[in-house]
């Protein structure tokens, strides 16, 4: 079961990786804030993270990231992509509190999902990217806070409306425990 389960996770490394570049690359929204967008894959990196847990979370964080910008820009923005990283596996992390895999994902479980991904996305956006992009870029702070707090609400907001509907979805096709009888 630990081998299956492994290879599941891996499988779902790889496609939800190819998903994050195709969403970030071609159904994000410009912001009119420079490299700062609306973007959809954080919906997607949420729904990958609370069904298929913290590495497969982060890990489809980064390698989404740095592949999205590699083809996107011709180099990786690491001061980005570590956060990507960062949203994935905390939002994954939290995941045992909302058990998606039970069926139910209802009002307690879409208000402590947003609660934590709010949280995930403030500290990610607003305070480890624009630190890392002037640690490591020599970034100018006014112009790097402006965007890490632009994309920090903005990834908040998708991940609260399309997040949580492709999470209540999922649970949809999930069986609630003890829904089925014997007769």
Do not use: C
């Not at 910008?69 to 960062?86: K, L, M, P």
């Not at 909302?98 to 949280?119: P, Y």
């Not at 903005?154 to 096709?173: D, E, F, H, S, W």
Request: avoid cysteine; glycine fraction near 12%.
């Amino acid at each position: 079961m630990g081998k299956n389960l492994a290879i599941k996770t891996i499988v779902a490394i790889g496609i939800g990786a190819a998903v994050f570049v195709i969403l970030g690359r071609f159904a994000s929204i410009p912001t009119g804030i420079p490299n700062t967008s609306i973007n959809t894959a954080y919906a997607f990196l949420a729904l990958m993270a609370v069904v298929f847990g913290p590495i497969a979370g982060g890990l489809i964080g980064l390698i989404g990231h740095a592949l999205q910008d590699s083809i996107t820009y011709g180099s990786i923005w690491w001061s980005w992509v570590i956060v990507s990283a960062f949203v994935g596996l905390f939002i994954g992390l939290a995941a045992k509190r909302i058990d998606i895999e039970s069926g139910e994902f209802g009002k307690k479980q879409i208000i402590s999902f947003n609660i934590v991904q709010a949280l995930v996305n403030i500290i990610g956006w607003g305070l480890i990217a624009p630190s890392l992009d002037i640690l490591i870029y020599a970034e100018p702070a006014n112009k790097v806070w402006t965007q890490g707090i632009a994309a920090g609400l903005a990834n908040i907001v998708t991940v609260a409306v399309l997040g949580t509907i492709l999470l209540a979805a999922y649970a949809k096709t999930r069986v609630k425990s003890g829904s089925l009888k014997a007769e």
